[in-house]
T-cell receptor, first 115, second 115 residues
Framework: DAGVIQSPRHEVTEMGQEVTLRCKPI?????LFWYRQTMMRGLELLIY????????DSGMPEDRFSAKMPNASFSTLKIQPSEPRDSAVYFC?????????????FGPGTRLTVL | AQKITQTQPGMFVQEKEAVTLDCTYD???????LFWYKQPSSGEMIFLIY??????QNATEGRYSLNFQKARKSANLVISASQLGDSAMYFC????????????FGAGTTVTVRA
């Protein structure tokens, strides 16, 4: 079975450029989460979706960040314009929201470097 | 306030010995779940074990067990018979409530297994 798929795995861009990170959750999962991991702040939840609907975006740092989930098999996290402080590893995770034991399965992450 | 506290930034353990990773949590919700994830140097997040707040017994999963002390609000991970492949960062996480499935993560503990 394919796990959570993220692309690209690595992204290097210059300040001011638009960055789009992509995620394909595990088939059948109905919850999707975007996290950011940095040395300073650890793992932070940015936003999560249930059945393609954004439920909680309180972790999104600012208006430069936006996330969409147009269908059950695809989500994007966009940063426009990007800044050096956005450099981090961005993880996408999915789970089946069925019962309390709903482990989240993580993708391999996208390592973003903004110069 | 921190919801999850992991006080050990790094630990060394001898191969074949057991190691305990501390995790304390803070919540006023009677329904919650506690998770442990492993992050090896390759970066992926691997789910290890889960403990629900109403579970009567401590969770076990192979060489992983969770020492759940509800009154003390602690959920320590015990890794028995450590192997070199156990060297990684370990994260404790909590889900609060029945309707909200987002996770709050601790800062993590780095474990290094020595041969």
């Amino acid at each position: 079975d394919a796990g959570v798929i993220q692309s690209p795995r690595h992204e290097v861009t210059e300040m001011g450029q638009e960055v789009t990170l992509r995620c394909k959750p595990i088939s059948g999962h109905n919850s999707l989460f975007w996290y950011r991991q940095t040395m300073m702040r650890g793992l932070e939840l940015l936003i999560y979706f249930n059945n393609n609907v954004p439920i909680d975006d309180s972790g999104m740092p600012e208006d430069r960040f936006s996330a969409k989930m147009p269908n059950a098999s695809f989500s994007t996290l966009k940063i426009q314009p990007s800044e050096p402080r956005d450099s981090a590893v961005y993880f996408c995770a999915s789970s089946l929201r069925q019962h309390s034991y709903n482990e989240q399965f993580f993708g391999p992450g996208t390592r973003l470097t903004v110069l | 306030a921190q919801k999850i506290t992991q006080t050990q930034p790094g630990m060394f353990v001898q191969e074949k010995e057991a190691v305990t990773l501390d995790c304390t949590y803070d919540t006023s919700d009677p329904s919650y779940g506690l998770f442990w994830y492993k992050q090896p140097s390759s970066g992926e997040m691997i789910f290890l074990i889960y403990q629900g707040s109403y579970d009567q017994q401590n969770a076990t999963e192979g060489r992983y067990s969770l020492n759940f002390q509800k009154a003390r609000k602690s959920a320590n991970l015990v890794i028995s018979a450590s192997q070199l492949g156990d060297s990684a960062m370990y994260f404790c996480a909590m889900r609060e409530g029945r309707g909200d499935y987002k996770l709050s993560f601790g800062a993590g503990t780095t474990v290094t297994v020595r041969a």
